[in-house]
């Protein structure tokens, strides 16, 4: 396949992404991708808002009301019209196929890049995706893009989100701050990737910062191009259960006296989790798919397996102990929803 360059390109052509819409952009995640995107100054973002929305969005967020989740995507595509990037961002409680319906709409306003409702696990790991039963929603979106031949697909594999993990219970990372209660998966020493949404929000600002192609035959820089159908891989912190423990301990002033310490294997926890899915009960779904992550196999650190590309998209070192305050704060005061 041949490579497109700048400078074959006709007059008038910009190599980068500057028209960026984003669906969610009131949510958890997404108000943290705007905001980076705003900063960077070289965006202009709209947020795609149902009629019905009463979301509040950041200054400098041009909103546009239509109801996407409708069969008539006139207006939708009418508001995708001349965006360069679509960022979906949804809670998981969206109607199933609002996620086609929005990237069916894309590939007829012409968007290039579409990023779907894809924060976390490792999309090119089909046995972590299979046993965490994420490999249909996966598939169904990359196939769909891929078949309209329009838009390109962009996956963030980030691990989960650290401050949503963490503060969000024992199904989570096993922290109950309320309880200062402590489930050690085995011997809490697997290590994982996880990404803040300060982190995930710069990943994607400063990803659609990158020129879109090549100057040249010569130009080895990074583009945005280089991405296309495929993941990128961030991380904020590669931590075990007991490295997060011993920084709650120390943003707490606790020992470990303070804490009631427990242990469960993961591989049994995912598999009680598997068989009440089997029986229809899906209250047991965040626990399986937190424990699938911390199996010996080290599924869970795309670090190791995959690398990086922090340094590529200019990513700060965060401090452990910082993010680590935040979250205790959340947890301690039941501030952490399961919706994006």
């Known amino acids: 396949m041949s490579i497109n360059y700048s400078r074959n390109q006709p007059q008038?052509?910009?190599?980068r992404i500057e028209k960026v819409a984003v669906v969610g952009a009131g949510g958890q995640i997404g108000k943290h991708i705007a905001e980076h995107l705003i900063k960077t100054g070289k965006h202009d973002v709209t947020a795609i808002a149902r009629l019905s929305s009463t979301s509040k969005f950041l200054k400098g967020v041009h909103v546009v009301h239509v109801e996407y989740?409708?069969?008539?995507d006139t207006a939708l595509v009418e508001a995708l019209r001349g965006q360069q990037?679509?960022?979906i961002t949804m809670s998981v409680s969206a109607p199933r196929d609002t996620t086609s319906k929005l990237i069916r709409a894309a590939a007829k306003a012409g968007v290039p890049y579409v990023l779907p409702n894809w924060f976390g696990h490792d999309p090119a790991n089909d046995a972590l995706c299979n046993d965490s039963m994420l490999t249909p929603m996966r598939d169904s979106v990359c196939i769909e893009i891929k078949s309209l031949g329009v838009s390109s697909y962009l996956l963030l594999a980030c691990g989960f989100w650290y401050e949503f993990s963490l503060g969000g219970g024992p199904d989570r990372y096993g922290f109950n701050f309320q309880?200062?209660?402590?489930?050690?998966?085995?011997?809490?020493d697997v290590k994982i990737n996880t990404s803040t949404w300060p982190q995930c929000g710069?990943?994607?600002a400063n990803?659609?910062?990158?020129?879109d192609i090549p100057d040249d035959e010569t130009d080895q820089s990074p583009t945005l191009s280089q991405f296309r159908n495929s993941p990128i891989y961030i991380s904020s912190f590669r931590l075990r259960q007991r490295d997060m423990f011993e920084s709650v301990k120390r943003v707490t002033a606790t020992t470990d006296a303070d804490w009631t310490i427990?242990?469960?294997?993961?591989?049994?926890?995912?598999?009680?989790?598997?068989?009440?899915?089997?029986k229809g009960n899906w209250n047991t779904y965040i626990k399986m798919l937190y424990s699938r992550m911390f199996f010996p196999t080290g599924d869970g650190d795309h670090e190791s397996?995959?690398?990086l590309h922090n340094d590529v998209l200019a990513l700060p070192v965060e401090v452990l102990d910082e993010c680590t305050a935040i979250r205790v704060r959340m947890g301690e005061n039941g501030d952490v929803a399961w919706s994006h």
Request: charged share 30%; net charge positive.
């Open 12 to 15: 008038g052509f910009s190599n």
């Open 69 to 72: 989740t409708s069969d008539n």
């Open 85 to 87: 990037a679509l960022i």
């Open 179 to 188: 309880k200062r209660s402590l489930v050690l998966f085995d011997d809490g």
């Open 202 to 204: 710069r990943a994607i």
């Open 207 to 211: 990803l659609l910062s990158l020129k």
């Open 262 to 278: 427990t242990h469960e294997s993961a591989e049994q926890r995912w598999k009680e989790g598997q068989a009440d899915l089997r």
């Open 305 to 307: 397996s995959r690398g």
